[in-house]
């Protein structure tokens, strides 16, 4: 039997005007290399067949649009999808996150916990949805003050007279919580009429008057014992809503 | 080969111009299908149309004439063969044998049906005798006898260098030889 290296050595000999003559489907004078010639010329034969016309019209379509696509500045059809979906991916995945993670703190929170949130949340942008105290609320109060200032610095009025309205004023936000008469005691009428020893008189009942004003403005007098209860209660609304488990 | 009107054709196609991406197509579409076929390519016409899309991409780089533009067309292709045979590697797919194609390749029409049968035979075999081959020898001998390129575009193709091309051309028609004479062809 014959050696393939044969072959092998005898083609390494060939020249390579041979071999390429062989490749043209030349007659070459080599038997060997004229049948490899043709087997090859063969497959040449077999694979060279053109494309189909529904091919040729599909593909010649791609060529078309890849032309006009590329005249637009685009990228490649498969390159170009890639990096949009993966951007679109991220950003709903992103979106998730974010919903997933205020979802779980507002079941999750306890009141306790959200209550400075939404005090936080009320300084910004007002107590209307939080149910807090309304922002308007200091601007009322600035306005209140700015009254009483202008009363004060009114110059038509003198001494008690002027000392009384600058008091009716100051105390205009509190008349719907007072149930005395306040025309009852008028220390300037007092004054006017009044006599030597009058003034003790009327020192001793301002004192009095003065000590019923602050019972009535700071309310009863604090216990121990109600304060304990107080913070007791707050302690156990506090232990009743523990945090849950979160996520 | 489009010839003279090479220099026209390249124009209109980089203006996008129908006709002349038809008329590229049709020159080389069939030696493009041939060599992807021959190397085993597992989706030859999706691997072809692949080809020819990257060459209207690339049209506005390419300088030189229709020589190097064959040349060019066939270095697209043989990269995007490398391309699916890595993609087939990845998911552990054998690529198709060339033998497996001769069949629906051998599309021409024969009235007599056991000469057809006997055409058909003959052109699977001569697909095997080219799937013995080692892949380096396949695309040297495709290279060079289906995109008629010379020994120094298909080492440019190849990234060899032209003695080594001659050697695995002088290898290949040795091995075909071998075979023939094995199976008493005369």
């Known amino acids: ?166 008091s009716d004023v100051a105390d205009s936000k509190a008349d719907g919580h007072r149930n005395d008469d306040p025309s009852k005691d008028d220390p300037c009428a007092k004054g006017q009429g009044g006599s030597g020893g009058g003034g003790e008189e009327a020192s001793a009942e301002g004192k009095t008057t003065a000590q019923e004003a602050k019972a009535r403005d700071h309310g009863p007098p604090e216990t121990p014992g109600s304060q304990v209860e107080v913070e007791g209660s707050q302690g156990r609304g506090g232990s009743d809503q523990a945090p849950g488990p979160t996520g | 080969v489009i010839g003279a009107a090479f220099p026209a054709v390249l124009a209109g196609a980089r203006e996008g111009g129908a006709r002349a991406l038809e008329a590229i197509y049709r020159d080389l579409a069939p030696a493009v299908l041939g060599y992807v076929r021959g190397l085993g390519a597992r989706e030859p016409e999706d691997l072809t149309s692949e080809v020819f899309v990257g060459v209207v991409r690339g049209l506005g780089r390419f300088v030189g004439d229709e020589r190097a533009f064959r040349s060019w067309v066939f270095a697209i292709a043989h990269r995007r063969f490398l391309d699916e045979r890595r993609t087939l590697a990845r998911r552990r797919e054998k690529p198709v044998e060339p033998a497996l194609l001769a069949g629906p390749l051998s599309g021409t029409a024969v009235g007599d049906v056991e000469e057809e049968a006997a055409a058909r035979i003959g052109d699977a075999w001569a697909l095997q005798v080219l799937a013995s081959l080692t892949h380096d020898q396949r695309a040297v001998l495709l290279l060079r006898v289906l995109a008629d390129l010379s020994v120094e575009d298909v080492a440019g193709i190849l990234g060899k260098r032209p003695g080594a091309v001659k050697a695995l051309q002088r290898r290949a028609l040795a091995s075909v030889a071998r075979i023939l004479q094995e199976q008493g062809v005369s």
């Open chain 1, 1 to 166: 039997m014959r050696h393939p290296g044969d072959y092998r050595d005898e083609m390494d000999r060939l020249d390579p005007r041979t071999v390429d003559a062989a490749l043209e489907g030349r007659e070459t004078g080599e038997p060997a290399l004229d049948r490899a010639a043709k087997l090859v010329a063969d497959v040449r034969h077999v694979l060279l067949a053109p494309p189909g016309p529904e091919t040729l019209a599909r593909h010649v379509a791609a060529m078309t649009a890849a032309a006009r696509s590329a005249d637009r500045g685009y990228r490649p059809v498969r390159r170009a999808g890639r990096p949009r979906r993966r951007g679109l991916r991220g950003v709903a995945l992103a979106a998730a996150l974010v919903v997933g993670a205020g979802v779980a703190g507002a079941v999750t929170l306890p009141d306790q916990a959200s209550d400075p949130a939404e005090e936080a949340v009320a300084g910004e942008h007002g107590g209307a949805e939080t149910g807090l105290e309304p922002a308007g609320e200091p601007a009322e109060q600035s306005a209140h003050g700015q009254e009483v200032a202008d009363v004060a610095h009114d110059d038509s009025l003198q001494a008690c007279e002027k000392g009384q309205a600058v």
